[in-house]
């Protein structure tokens, strides 16, 4: 199987990419820039997708699986002008590949799109699943849009996935690297009550769940890529504090909400999601319980 990869450089994309590479799969990786270190049996194209003339249909030749991972980090001070980075980098992103491999003689078996747990909004204490109802505000309409995208695909005969990602855990990166910076100063912030609810997954699970959703061809639509056992951010941080020593500060959510705006959603939204299609199929993860993902970070 040949699979390529649109923004295969960041975080989840050079663990998905060397993971692919050593199931035996043809991994093509396509990125804004190239990366110091190219993997062993990985192509690579320098492109940007949002110059959609300059594409070139060489690139999706053999290609079974397309995989967009793309994608500017959330984690920043959402401005009109970020905002609209973040939108386009996504949603113009899909519907510029979309557009183009719509033409192609010989199309992708399955087109695979990141998306996010921020479709959901703001949910208290509601157990969510992909069944539950769209939430309010930028992020959620962000997923929405990005989602849309990418199931055109559909329209040309392309299966398409939409893997709602929640946040990351892993050596090296993702959400944890986010928390830990205060942690290094020897403070735990808990952001509003800690009590809303936090899902989260580890990078080894979701990469399983990425090879998943390329080879299972019953499998399209929406995928909570997320533990089937969220916790409470509260719960979270002290998790860590188990493995790193830091004195807990409590930080307000109207004090979070004025000096970060919307951006304040990201860790103050309450999000009880459930993995619900994946535990239908089976899905086994390695790491379903926050202590054994936390240990195996911490080791």
Not at 173 to 182: E, H, R, Y
Not at 281 to 286: D, I, L, N, T, V
Request: hydrophobic share 40%; proline share 4%; glycine share 8%.
């Amino acid at each position: 199987m040949k699979v390529l990869i649109c923004g295969g450089t960041g975080f989840i994309g050079s663990y998905l990419s060397g993971y692919l590479l050593n199931q035996g799969l043809q991994v093509v990786v396509l990125a804004g820039h190239k990366p110091k270190k190219i993997l062993h049996g990985m192509e690579f194209i320098v492109a940007d997708l949002l110059k959609p003339e300059l594409f070139k249909q060489e690139w999706f030749e053999g290609v079974d699986a397309l995989i967009n991972l793309s994608g500017k980090s959330i984690f920043t001070f959402w401005n009109e002008k970020n905002k609209r980075d973040i939108w386009n980098s996504r949603v113009s992103a899909n519907k510029n590949l979309i557009n183009f491999i719509s033409k192609l003689p010989q199309k992708p078996k399955v087109f695979v799109s990141a998306s996010a747990v921020g479709y959901y909004g703001n949910r208290k204490g509601e157990e969510i699943n992909e069944e539950s109802r769209n939430g309010q505000g930028f992020l959620a309409e962000l997923c929405i849009q990005w989602e849309k995208e990418a199931r055109r695909a559909e329209e040309f005969g392309i299966r398409s996935v939409q893997v709602r990602t929640a946040p990351v855990i892993g050596k090296g990166g993702g959400f944890i690297q986010q928390v830990l910076k205060s942690f290094r100063f020897g403070f735990a912030v808990i952001f509003g009550s800690g009590n809303q609810w936090f899902p989260w997954i580890h990078m080894d699970d979701l990469i399983h769940i990425y090879h998943l959703t390329i080879e299972d061809e019953t499998l399209s639509g929406p995928v909570n890529a997320s533990s089937p056992f969220p916790v409470q951010f509260k719960d979270f941080i002290n998790s860590i504090r188990k493995f790193k020593r830091a004195i807990v500060i409590p930080f307000p959510a109207f004090i979070l909400r004025f000096l970060f705006k919307e951006t304040a959603d990201v860790i103050l939204m309450s999000q009880k999601v459930i993995p619900e299609r994946l535990l239908r199929k089976g899905f086994q993860f390695y790491y379903p319980h926050l202590r054994d993902a936390l240990k195996e970070i911490f080791s």
